[in-house]
């Protein structure tokens, strides 16, 4: 007798009913299959898992105020070109600002003409300053002209003492005073006209004007006055002959009122001296004489005592 399990209708059987799973995995209905061998398989297909939520969004960080800027009639930057002590040799540490300052000139093609200006604090020699700030003036401006600049764009001027920008009384305000500037002397400026379209109201530019516009080139800073640099001299004299007889003034006291306090110390440290020895004296004699008589009555005693005779 052949087994019902390996027979053809059972192998047809078997292929009907994957057959029909399939098919109702994919949305179908009651499947019903006719014959001798009919069954029907029922049911609803597994819903599909939910779609992944999206990525969560990264909102960049706004990018960094920029180094140097062209503002109006300047370039501007906050930090401040350095130079070695009383000399116009660039330090190294201002040339990644130098190299900006050149790349925006370079794209910034409609700026035609730079006035470097050097500035100095007032301190020392006026005339001294003058040429300092000049020298690193145009030290500046070889370091342009050396990084692709044309020197035709540039000028170097320094103007010494006579532009402070803060008060020179403090070494806040003189530290702002010691600053190389570039001002814009001429650029190409574009104007345009412009009207709404009335089919789209969007605006529309019909015309464009090119002007190229000219600041005045400050004057360089007169030569330091001998008169008056006489003056300042005087005056700065007087004020440090002053500072020196306050000075010394002060410490004459400050010496008299520590020998005062020495000697008042000392004295006292006498004083206590001679009174802890006075003390002492007093102490001394008096166990003296509290042992002299306790002697003196053991003494007594010894000889009132009747000796013990046999």
Do not use: W
Request: hydrophobic share 40%; glycine share 4%; with cysteine.
């Amino acid at each position: 007798m052949q087994d019902f399990r390996t027979g053809p209708k059972f192998i047809t059987l078997t292929a009907l009913l994957t057959s029909a799973l399939a098919l109702s995995a994919c949305g179908g209905g009651p499947l019903a299959f006719q014959g001798t061998s009919a069954f029907a398989v029922v049911g609803t297909p597994p819903a599909l898992p939910p779609p992944p939520p999206p990525p969560p969004k990264v909102e960049e960080p706004p990018p960094p105020p920029a180094r140097v800027e062209v503002r109006d009639n300047k370039i501007e930057f906050k930090e401040k070109i350095q130079f070695e002590n009383n000399k116009s040799v660039i330090l190294p540490q201002s040339f990644s600002l130098l190299d900006d300052i050149v790349k925006v000139i370079k794209d910034n093609e409609h700026i035609k003409k730079i006035a470097i200006e050097g500035h100095a604090s007032a301190e020392g020699d006026a005339k001294r300053n003058l040429t300092l700030s000049d020298e690193r003036a145009k030290s500046v401006m070889k370091y342009c002209v050396d990084h692709g600049i044309d020197a035709k764009r540039l000028t170097a001027k320094g103007f010494g003492i006579t532009k402070p920008i803060a008060d020179n009384a403090t070494e806040e305000g003189r530290e702002k005073n010691r600053r190389v500037e570039f001002n814009i002397v001429e650029q190409d400026v574009t104007k345009k006209k412009v009207e709404i379209d009335p089919k789209t109201g969007k605006e529309k530019v019909i015309g464009e004007t090119k002007t190229t516009l000219k600041e005045k080139e400050p004057e360089p800073a007169p030569a330091a006055d001998p008169a008056a640099a006489k003056k300042a001299a005087a005056e700065k004299a007087a004020a440090d002959k002053k500072a020196a007889a306050e000075k010394a003034a002060a410490d004459k006291k400050a010496a008299a009122d520590k020998a005062a306090a020495d000697k008042k110390a000392a004295a006292d440290k006498a004083a206590a001296d001679k009174k802890a020895a006075a003390d002492k004296a007093a102490a001394d004699k008096k166990a003296a004489e509290e042992k002299a008589a306790a002697d003196k009555k053991a003494a007594e005693e010894k000889k009132a005592k009747p000796s013990a005779k046999p």
